[in-house]
């Protein structure tokens, strides 16, 4: 018999598996074990705000950039795993938003605010292109 918290780790790990083998060239995981200095939550439920949270730790000054680029390494991986559905739905804006975007906030940036501006750019752009595809104004 599983409890709940077993069973959650199952569950993450077919959720990621499942993502995985949807797209057309599926990733193997590559097993790495990370001294990550941010305190991570015990269990597999990790949300949007806990990620912008851990990204705020991230910029903070003191950190040098071996350590920074470790800590967002897990940080992305952590995305890709969670089996919490909001951020689920937006794991790939998150991942664009660390790849492109946030290596050029400075450290007192409201890491929350530019993520919101990130993903508003992103969809205006989206609804732009939906509409150029399609025709309409």
Do not use: C
């Not at 193997?28 to 949300?47: E, G």
């Amino acid at each position: 018999m599983l409890d709940e918290e077993e069973y959650d780790g199952f569950k993450s790990w077919y959720l990621y598996y499942k993502d995985q083998t949807s797209l057309p060239h599926p990733r193997v995981p590559v097993p790495v074990d990370v001294d990550f200095d941010i305190d991570l939550v015990k269990t597999d439920r990790i949300n949007v705000v806990y990620i912008l949270n851990l990204l705020k730790s991230v910029n903070k000054a003191g950190k040098t950039a071996e350590e920074r680029e470790s800590d967002l390494d897990l940080i992305l991986r952590e995305i890709e795993r969670s089996d919490n559905e909001s951020l689920r739905a937006k794991k790939d804006i998150m991942a664009e938003f660390i790849r492109t975007r946030f290596y050029d906030l400075p450290e007192t940036a409201d890491v929350q605010a530019a993520f919101e501006e990130f993903e508003k750019e992103r969809q205006q752009a989206e609804i732009e292109e939906f509409a150029y595809e399609n025709g309409v104004d």
